[in-house]
């Protein structure tokens, strides 16, 4: 397996329309690397600079101590999965997992042993006799997945290989990938829109805008301490809630002021007075207030959706604004409701509204 390094990598098409911009990422030996973003914001050319399947405008693609950046794809040893299976129909699995090495010349016995440890790890020992139209979706993409693995490259590279897959199915298969991953200790590319594959699967997530690296942390950073306002909202479900609030000091204390609710802060933060910034709170973090002191505002229940042990309510705000909460499904509320909300005060996310970075260290 190697690293992967992209050196402020840029790709320009002929119409001017700019995929990647200065894009640098450093994925280390072994590692598993999540691209996540809406469409259209250059993950997946990113994926294709890497495998050579697009040339890069600018910049450095080195894998290992190798500088790719001119190579064409077969001389790059990398696997490329797809989210179509792209299996050859009229061949059985085993037949589907051999043909890139007997393509390669390899010797027979490499090609049995290999083929068997790749059927064991993915379970799919039961099925090589079979042809791919005679498997489930699940089990079509474990066999691409395998006829990747049996190349043994210096890295994985895969392109939203699971949206194919029924909910089920893909919660399943994720399972397999970092199992599988775990077992080969193999480098690892990924690309998905999916935030919640991305923050299961990845070691570090890679958070791209219109071609444009905006965070690049572990799951758990970007969630707890999003960089800016687009992470803070394309990261969590359902979507975190903003309010822009002005800032005002009185009696030493620093007020957050808003149409909809006034929030004292016990904090060092320094905000040019005037100033607006947008307040973050995800739906997890709302919380009903035990009293009328705690109590930062009232809302009306809107609308009540049961997820078994979770609800998500919809919040009407005072002023016209509304709020997602996410409340245990045994919390007494109905419709029409009015109820008393808590902000607390170490779970909110500060940020600058003018460049939309974040304020709050903490």
Do not use: W
């Not at 392109?159 to 199915?169: F, I, K, M, T």
């Not at 919660?171 to 923050?199: C, F, I, N, P, S």
């Not at 802060?265 to 947008?278: C, F, Y």
Request: net charge neutral.
């Amino acid at each position: 397996m190697a690293a992967i390094r992209l050196d402020k990598v840029e790709k320009v098409y002929p119409n001017g329309h700019v995929a990647t911009r200065g894009l640098d990422l450093d994925i280390a030996d072994g590692e598993f690397l999540v691209l996540v973003g809406p469409s259209g914001c250059g993950k997946s050319t990113a994926l294709r600079l890497v495998a050579g399947l697009e040339t890069a405008t600018r910049g450095r693609i080195v894998i290992g101590d190798r500088d790719v950046t001119a190579l064409p794809p077969q001389e790059r040893d990398l696997a490329m999965v797809f989210q179509s299976y792209a299996l050859y129909p009229h061949k059985t699995v085993r037949q589907n997992l051999e043909f890139g090495l007997r393509m390669r010349r390899a010797d027979p016995a490499l090609i049995a042993r290999r083929v068997d440890e790749v059927a064991r790890v993915l379970g799919i020992e039961a099925v090589l006799d079979r042809k791919p139209a005679q498997l489930s979706g699940g089990q079509r993409q474990r066999v691409a997945l395998g006829r990747a693995m049996v190349r043994q490259p210096q890295a994985f590279l895969l392109d939203e290989p699971l949206s194919n897959l029924d909910a089920r199915l893909r919660v399943q298969t994720r399972a397999e990938l970092a199992r599988m991953h775990r077992q080969l200790g193999a480098t690892m590319l990924y690309v998905t829109h999916d935030q919640e594959e991305a923050m299961t699967l990845g070691d570090r997530v890679a958070v791209l805008r219109d071609g444009r690296l905006q965070q690049l942390a572990p799951p758990m950073e970007i969630y707890r301490r999003p960089a800016n306002l687009f992470v803070a909202g394309f990261i969590g479900s359902p979507a975190m809630n903003f309010f822009r609030c002005t800032p005002r000091r009185a009696d030493g204390r620093l007020r957050l002021e808003s149409p909809h609710f006034a929030l004292p802060l016990d904090t060092g933060l320094e905000v040019p007075p005037g100033k607006e910034i947008v307040v973050g709170v995800r739906p997890q973090d709302v919380r009903l207030a035990n009293s009328a002191e705690e109590a930062d505002l009232t809302a009306r229940v809107d609308v009540i959706q049961p997820l078994g042990s979770e609800a998500v309510i919809h919040l009407e705000l005072p002023g016209e604004a509304r709020a997602v909460a996410v409340l245990s499904a045994e919390a007494p509320l109905q419709v029409e409701d009015q109820i008393a909300v808590h902000f607390p005060r170490e779970r909110l996310h500060l940020f600058d509204a003018t460049d939309e970075h974040r304020l709050n260290q903490a």
